[in-house]
């Protein structure tokens, strides 16, 4: 029986490697929730996103509280079973009328995680439509077993890290994945997606949380840690909850844990 999954989204799930939309949040904790991300951006001179890369929650108290939303959990045990780490998560925000965009990308070229099943979730907290540059996906790439050729492109505007984009897309396959604010969509680790541009004149406010079901490994580096979110975490170490917001100690572990990334010889994404 599902938690909350209906079985038509556990279909698309299984065809397109992603699915949505999912209500997630209440009016008042979107709203919550997009004022501390806003804080944050503030207090780090529009600097939030670039610097806290793959581990965003580890500063981030109230990403700890996003992260273990029961609601949230739900969802994830419905795809992955009753055994969850979360062992990622990143900001995703294009300002009104921001001409940056995000290439076509396949995560689990970066992230390591073996098998690669890692899923992501990615809540909205501004509508994210056509207008303001929603995710797009090509549905059922997911199903290759092979991982794909990553150029880098280092195109001026591409949010990611060296502009990396997958050549020759079918772009008349794409999917778009519209989110209402407050609602979320999941993909697949290795379901090609994008997005365009955002020209609405509201910001266009995204945080993806990178799930997994806790049998799967970070095989680029050892020690691994992760936050326990239901079941079993097995091997994964647990991770510090933060005492504050950008406390010393948090943003050392930040740190430490993004020098192992590079050091392990892994691009970021
Ligand atoms: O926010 C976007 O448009 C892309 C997000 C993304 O690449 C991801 O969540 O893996």
């Known amino acids: 029986m599902n938690n909350i999954l209906t079985n038509q989204q556990l279909g698309q799930w299984k065809s ?22 806003l804080a944050l951006e503030a207090a780090t001179n529009g600097g939030a996103q670039g610097r806290f890369r793959m581990k965003a929650h580890l500063p981030v108290p109230w990403m700890w ?20 780490v979360c062992w990622g998560s990143s900001f995703f925000a294009k300002s009104a009328h921001d001409p940056r965009f995000i290439s076509w990308h396949q995560d689990s070229v970066y992230y390591g995680i073996d098998p690669p099943d890692s899923i992501t979730a990615w809540i909205a907290l501004t509508d994210a439509t056509t207008l303001s540059g ?6 059922g790439s997911h199903i290759s077993t092979q991982f794909v050729q990553h150029e ?37 680790n290795k379901t090609f997606h994008a997005s365009e541009p955002n020209q609405a004149d509201w910001p266009r406010i995204g945080v993806a949380i990178h799930f997994a079901a806790s049998h799967l490994r970070q095989v680029n580096f050892d020690g691994a840690t992760a936050i326990p979110v239901r079941g079993n975490p097995r091997h994964w170490l647990p991770e510090p909850y933060p005492d504050s917001e950008m406390s010393p100690a948090s943003l050392k572990a930040l740190e430490d844990f993004l020098a192992a990334y590079r050091s392990s010889g892994r691009k970021q994404h």
């Not at 929603?134 to 549905?139: D, E, G, N, T």
């Not at 001026?156 to 396959?173: F, K």
């Open 16 to 37: 397109a490697g992603a699915l949505w939309p999912v209500d997630l949040l209440s009016q008042e904790e979107t709203i919550r929730f997009r004022d501390k991300y």
């Open 134 to 139: 929603c995710m797009r996906i090509i549905p």
């Open 65 to 84: 509280e996003l992260i273990r939303l029961p609601r949230l959990a739900d969802a994830i045990e419905d795809l992955v079973g009753p055994d969850i």
């Open 152 to 188: 880098e492109t280092r195109a001026p505007n591409n949010m990611l890290s060296r502009g990396q984009t997958i050549r020759d897309v079918n772009e008349s396959l794409a999917v778009e994945m519209p989110l209402v604010a407050g609602q979320m969509s999941i993909h697949h």
